[in-house]
């Protein structure tokens, strides 16, 4: 059983930062990529950050400049840094996992969500 357990996350003012970190436990399993995603209220969930286990990153756009992915593969965890925060940054973030569990299918695993709030 794979678990994803996400800290992090909380209440900032506008320009702050906020550091979210995640970690993949449990059975033995193969990593691929890990990411962050969010969602805010009345919107998709969409893609934030991700890095694959070679180390690829990709940012959304409107995020890029100010958050920072980054991973430790020998601790099977990722990283997300978060400076200039702007009130529209404001959702649940979850952690994403693109992971095989030994004699198992690949598939997604994700976080039970960490909500970050931008406001003055």
């Known amino acids: 059983q794979v678990q994803l357990v996400e800290s992090g996350g909380g209440l900032v003012q506008p320009g702050g930062s906020l550091r979210l970190s995640c970690a993949a436990s449990?059975?033995?399993?193969?990593?691929?990529?890990m990411g962050w995603y969010r969602q805010a209220p009345g919107k998709q969930r969409e893609l934030v950050a991700g890095?694959?286990?070679?180390?690829?990153?990709n940012y959304a756009d409107s995020v890029k400049g100010r958050f920072t992915i980054s991973r430790d593969n020998a601790k099977n965890t990722v990283v997300l840094q978060m400076n200039s925060l702007k009130s529209e940054d404001t959702a649940v973030y979850y952690c994403?996992?693109?992971?095989?569990?030994?004699?198992?299918?690949?598939?997604?695993?994700w976080g039970q969500g960490t909500q970050v709030t931008v406001s003055s």
């Open positions: 994403n996992a693109d992971l095989r569990p030994t004699g198992s299918n690949r598939r997604d695993y």
């Open positions: 890095m694959t286990s070679g180390g690829t990153t």
């Open positions: 449990g059975s033995s399993f193969s990593i691929y990529a």
